[in-house]
T-cell receptor
Framework: GIQVEQSPPDLILQEGANSTLRCNFS?????LQWFHQNPWGQLINLFY???GTKQNGRLSATTVATERYSLLYISSSQTTDSGVYFC????????????FGKGTHLIIQP | NAGVTQTPKFQVLKTGQSMTLQCAQD?????MYWYRQDPGMGLRLIYY???????DKGEVPNGYNVSRLNKREFSLRLESAAPSQTSVYFC??????????????FGPGTRLTVL
């Protein structure tokens, strides 16, 4: 099956810093989603981005499908950005399940 | 609009006991999913239902059964719980407008401990 690798596994930053999280995948995809899992365990949808670039406030994401990677940018980090960021992909043709990476654990210190 | 709801939020079982995790969505989605998340890991797919009346195995189906009761509800059953099934269980759904048909939305999770 498709493989998903996220880097870095852990990241500690000061409030106000910028960061880039990377997701590599091993096959073509028809779905790529970025999620934020907050300290209470809730999974929050950030982006649906199988290709192209999107922005939402301080967050933006780019997927280069031909090179099989996606990047999540977080600018001007806030302590509420702390948590685990997951990339998840689906390479099937229908409504198949997502394959998740192991996540990037982000800690924003005040 | 509650999105995806799951009950219970927490559960403790003894080895060999059975239980059913409930999931419901009010987004008129066609597809529903069950995942488990173990410490330090991403989520892994247990079962999914592409549409009402169909179910298919995911990556880790052993020890579980599912029922797609109707379009809104998708339940996960553990017939004889084992300590290896201690995990957090997430339900998800996809397949309605105006969002893309395969964009998944997740419930809050059920934290299950098997002693």
């Amino acid at each position: 099956g498709i493989q998903v690798e996220q880097s870095p596994p852990d990241l500690i930053l000061q409030e106000g810093a910028n960061s880039t999280l990377r997701c590599n995948f091993s096959d073509s995809v028809n779905n790529l989603q970025w999620f934020h899992q907050n300290p209470w365990g809730q999974l929050i949808n950030l982006f649906y981005i199988p290709s192209g670039t999107k922005q939402n406030g301080r967050l933006s994401a780019t997927t280069v499908a031909t090179e099989r990677y996606s990047l999540l940018y977080i600018s001007s980090s806030q302590t509420t950005d702390s948590g685990v960021y997951f990339c998840a992909v689906d390479s099937g043709g229908g409504a198949d399940g997502l394959t998740f990476g192991k996540g990037t654990h982000l800690i924003i210190q005040p | 609009n509650a999105g995806v709801t799951q009950t219970p939020k927490f559960q403790v079982l003894k080895t060999g006991q059975s239980m059913t995790l409930q999931c419901a969505q009010d987004m008129n989605h066609n597809s529903m999913y069950w995942y488990r998340q173990d410490p330090g890991m991403g989520l892994r797919l247990i079962y999914y239902s592409a549409s009402e009346g169909t179910t298919d195995k995911g990556e880790v189906p052993n020890g579980y059964n599912v029922s797609r009761l109707n379009k809104r509800e998708f339940s996960l059953r553990l017939e004889s719980a084992a300590p290896s099934q201690t995990s957090v269980y997430f339900c998800a759904s996809s397949g309605g407008t105006p969002t893309p048909y395969n964009e998944q939305f997740f419930g809050p999770g059920t934290r299950l401990t098997v002693l």
